[in-house]
Nanobody
Framework: QVQVVESGGGSVQAGGSLTLSCVASGSIWSIVTMDWYRQAPGKQRELVAT???????NYADSVKGRFTISRVNAKNPVYLQMNSLKPEDTAVYYC??????????WGQGIQVTVSA
């Protein structure tokens, strides 16, 4: 079992920045990747950024060059630095721990609102 807790988020004007944090606890040695997803109203949840235990990262095309995922150490905490925010980045953001067996453990989600 893994518990995932997000923090940060809030409201910001377009062009501003926010940092989200995520801490996983429990059986963290089985975590393969730590991922950030988001879900906007009326839309499907989408993968925003991924950080593997080996240090590699991947980003959705919509956030490349603006968002940065990082970790303090191999497991956590995990941060999502979001710069040059746009109104279309408004969503509930979720942190997820992907395990060696393919399962995901999800955080409760955190609201990010970007106003024009």
């Amino acid at each position: 079992q893994v518990q995932v807790v997000e923090s940060g988020g809030g409201s910001v004007q377009a062009g501003g920045s926010l940092t989200l944090s995520c801490v996983a606890s429990g059986s963290i040695w089985s975590i393969v990747t730590m991922d950030w997803y988001r879900q906007a109203p009326g839309k499907q949840r989408e993968l925003v950024a991924t950080s593997s235990s080996g240090g590699s990262t991947n980003y959705a095309d919509s956030v490349k060059g603006r968002f940065t995922i990082s970790r303090v150490n191999a497991k956590n905490p995990v941060y999502l630095q979001m710069n040059s925010l746009k109104p279309e980045d408004t969503a509930v953001y979720y942190c997820a721990a992907k395990m060696t067996d393919g399962n995901h453990y999800w955080g409760q989600g955190i609201q990010v609102t970007v106003s024009a």
